[in-house]
Nanobody, 125 residues
Framework: QVQLVESGGGLVQVGGSLRLSCAAS????????MAWFRRAPGKEREIVTA???????YTTDSVKGRFTISRDNNKNTVSLQMNSLIAEDTAVYYC???????????????????WGQGTQVTVSS
């Protein structure tokens, strides 16, 4: 059974940093696109950033320069380093993975086959 488990969420002040981690089990995702999505209160889930099998990344404009995605294929994990957090970053953050190897980066949640349960990030002022 494939599982994605996020960790690292919490409460942080404006300007602070958090690092989210997503640990995958049940299969290896070394050659698969993985992504972070988020759902803010009252809004639809949106992509934040993604990384493909070759290390190419996509980052949405609102977090560019502040958030960085990385992966450790040896540990079957993907991480999200979030710096200079603002109130608008408050959301539930989800890890997602595509089941097809060597696929491009997808921007829509429907393209991803596996999801974590989400971790809450709250940025307070």
């Amino acid at each position: 059974q494939v599982q994605l488990v996020e960790s690292g969420g919490g409460l942080v002040q404006v300007g602070g940093s958090l690092r989210l981690s997503c640990a995958a089990s049940g299969r290896t995702f070394s050659y698969h696109t993985m992504a972070w999505f988020r759902r803010a209160p009252g809004k639809e889930r949106e992509i934040v950033t993604a990384i493909n099998w070759g290390g190419a990344t996509y980052t949405t404009d609102s977090v560019k320069g502040r958030f960085t995605i990385s992966r450790d294929n040896n540990k079957n994990t993907v991480s999200l380093q979030m710096n200079s957090l603002i109130a608008e970053d408050t959301a539930v953050y989800y890890c997602a993975a595509d089941s097809t190897p060597y696929s491009p980066i997808y921007y829509k949640e429907g393209e991803y086959d596996y999801w974590g349960q989400g971790t809450q990030v709250t940025v307070s002022s």
